[in-house]
């Protein structure tokens, strides 16, 4: 793909702008090389509020306006038909997870714009989280000696009663839910620490009969490195007041421990390392991170760490561990990818 010409502010337009929608949009808010010149939504006073110019057809935001990229903050069932409009017109697309609804629409995406020769990013802002980049960096130094095995445990309290989840109520009717949604994003950050997934091995139930997924996960990873680690979680319980990880972790070596604390601390065999002292933005700011990634990408043309293809190394675990609950053995990626 040819690096393009980029002169002034990149003029970028919203498609989405319910919950997640807002969050980036106040994100870009925050990037003065980004203006948000318009916004598109079924609702439109969604919309109104967050851009100067309003649709509800994407089609038409995308005929009308002069744009530099297109940001993709709705349910994953439209964004293969959204990503199909912006690579017609040659847009570049960032796009949030999950990326599609199943692997053969994932790669449907990916193909889609790399035919039309267009940036396809997937908005995948948990590997930006601070404490887990800090994280990454310790690790590389030898903070632990050589990984050894790992744990990430998801937990907030807004799976119970009846109007479960009531910042994002469509979840209730998700028939993919916790892995799908959430911990997504904790086996794409333990790609981004410990390297390539080769196995997943899962086991999934649901304790909320109000909705239509699964909302208890424990999956055990192996990698291709060969460490192994277990992503564990649900969300029926806060581990504090505020979890800005939304849950903690833990990374083991044979020379140490580091922990992210509930709070979002760094700790090294008890002993803090790094405080998170960060109040502004999602979660450690880490959408606006993931936004910069995307503009540092697009101006420079290099590669992005969630690039479309490499996100389907994510996005192929989460269709393993569910193949794996389904079948009750260890899938390897390589299954997944053969189909």
């Keep these: 793909m040819g690096t393009r010409m980029w002169r002034g502010k990149l003029r970028g337009a919203l498609v989405g702008c319910g919950f997640f929608g807002r969050i980036q949009h106040e994100a870009w808010g925050r990037i003065p090389e980004v203006e948000i010149v318009a916004a598109c939504d079924r609702q439109l006073d969604r919309a109104r509020a967050l851009a100067p110019r309003a649709y509800c057809s994407a089609a038409e935001m995308l005929d009308r306006e002069e744009l530099d990229f297109l940001d993709v903050a709705t349910g994953p069932e439209t964004h293969l038909e959204l990503v199909r409009m912006a690579a017609q017109r040659g847009l570049p697309v960032i796009c949030q997870k999950p990326m599609a609804r199943d692997w053969r629409e994932a790669v449907a ?38 990984p050894v ?19 994002q109520p469509y979840f209730r ?3 993919r839910l916790l892995v799908f949604e959430t911990l997504v994003h904790l086996l794409d950050t333990a790609r981004m620490l410990f390297g390539e997934i080769e196995a997943v091995f899962a086991l999934l139930r649901r304790l909320n009969p109000a909705i239509a997924g699964e909302d208890h996960a424990a999956l055990l990873i192996r990698h291709v490195s060969g460490i192994f680690g277990v992503v564990d979680g649900h969300r029926f319980l806060d581990l504090s007041e505020d979890s800005p990880p939304m849950g903690d972790a833990f990374f083991e070596g044979d020379r140490g421990m580091l922990h992210v604390s509930a709070e979002g ?8 390392l790094w405080e998170n002292r960060i109040r502004e933005g999602y ?7 993931a936004q910069q990634h995307f503009l540092r990408c697009l101006l420079d043309g290099v590669p ?15 269709e393993a561990a569910y193949r794996s609950a389904a079948e009750g053995r260890l899938v390897k990626l390589e299954e997944v990818r053969a189909c």
Excluded at 155 to 165: I, T, V
Excluded at 265 to 272: A, E, K, S, T, V
Excluded at 283 to 289: E, I, K, M, N, Q
Excluded at 304 to 318: D, N, P, Q
């Design 283 to 289: 979660r450690g700011d880490s959408v606006r991170a």
């Design 173 to 175: 009717n998700m028939p």
């Design 149 to 167: 095995t790992y744990l990430f445990r998801t937990r907030r309290n807004d799976g119970g009663g009846a109007a479960p989840y009531p910042a």
């Design 304 to 318: 992005a760490e969630s690039e479309g293809r490499e996100y389907l190394k994510t996005f192929a675990a989460v």
């Design 109 to 146: 995406l990916v193909e889609t714009a790399e035919a039309a020769g267009v940036r396809l990013i997937v908005h995948e802002n948990w590997r930006w989280q601070p404490w887990y980049r800090e994280a990454a960096a310790r690790i590389r130094e030898g903070a632990i000696g050589q």
């Design 265 to 272: 601390h760094l700790l090294r065999d008890g002993r803090l």
